[in-house]
């Protein structure tokens, strides 16, 4: 695992996007799962300006979603579906064909998740894969204490859960559906490039367990310590409580440029 610390959110959004031009500059037509949420707006403003600005193509990128809110009908405004269309799909000049994610509405919801692990398994592989986290460690919305052999499934999120993402349904916590799709955490680990991006102090803990800690289900993101590319990218605020900041520095800075992210 690389962790990488920069000074604020808009430097961290400003180097995964440079990762991601770099990739499709490599691989045009690469598939790119997205995560929702505050977080990687900065990553989406720096690609979608790279794209404006002709420095980067993505005509040809795949778009992919992380997970999913089931029962919210595909043009609910918060619905996973119309989130990335909006932040992601349509700022890069996207059509909805290059997009690609699980049926949130569907009847049979068990199969739609099944449907959506094959598909991604079909489409090649997701190349890069961005991740954010939750105060108790969760990626996608794999909560504490789901297995990290788990595939593509319906989860219940916890009442914390609920409470943070209260603020997308006017804060009205009544709004917050009680059960999403989301890609399980070996879904996730199968992506060739996991990127997580955390920032603010209230992530200090979360990252510091899922970096230093032991791999235990109790964090799923620790998990991401047995991929063999996985890159943690953090703000001075939410590295404050890694006892091995110091070295996550230099270790950076000694970094030979052609590697790359």
């Known amino acids: 695992m690389e962790v990488v610390i920069v000074p604020d959110a808009t ?12 990739l499709l500059d490599r691989k045009p037509d690469a598939l790119l799962g997205v995560a929702t949420g505050s977080t990687p707006l900065p990553i989406y403003r720096a690609l979608a300006a790279k794209v404006a600005s002709g420095a980067v193509d993505a005509s040809r990128a795949r778009i992919c979603q992380l997970d999913e809110y089931v029962g919210l009908p595909a043009g609910h405004p918060e619905s996973y579906r119309s989130v990335v269309l909006r932040e992601v799909v349509e700022p890069l000049g996207l059509s909805e064909a290059s997009f690609m994610g699980p049926d949130g ?4 919801v068990q199969a739609a ?7 991604l398994a079909e489409a090649g592989g997701v190349d890069l894969q961005l991740l954010g986290i939750g105060t108790d460690g969760h990626i996608g919305f794999n909560e504490p204490c789901s297995s990290l052999a788990s595939r593509t499934r319906i989860k219940t999120l916890t009442e914390q859960t609920r409470v943070d993402n209260a603020r997308f349904f006017d804060d009205d916590i009544e709004q917050v559906p009680h059960h999403v ?3 399980g955490i070996g879904t996730i680990l199968d ?7 955390a920032t603010g ?10 970096v230093e800690g032991p791999v235990a289900s109790i964090v799923p993101a620790s998990a991401l310590q047995l991929h063999p590319h996985a890159t943690v990218v953090v703000d ?4 404050s409580k890694l006892k091995l900041a110091d070295y996550f520095r230099a270790t950076y800075a000694a970094k030979p440029a052609w590697q790359g992210l």
Request: proline residues 2%; glycine residues 6%; aromatic residues 2%.
């Open 201 to 210: 102090e209230g992530k200090a803990e979360a990252v510091a367990q899922t």
């Open 191 to 197: 992506a060739r490039h996991p990127i997580l991006l």
């Open 11 to 22: 430097a961290g959004g400003e180097l995964i996007a440079e990762a991601i031009a770099a």
């Open 236 to 239: 001075e605020a939410a590295a």
């Open 113 to 119: 998740c099944e449907a959506y692990d094959k598909a």
């Open 181 to 183: 799709i989301t890609q």
């Open 105 to 108: 509405s569907a009847e049979d």
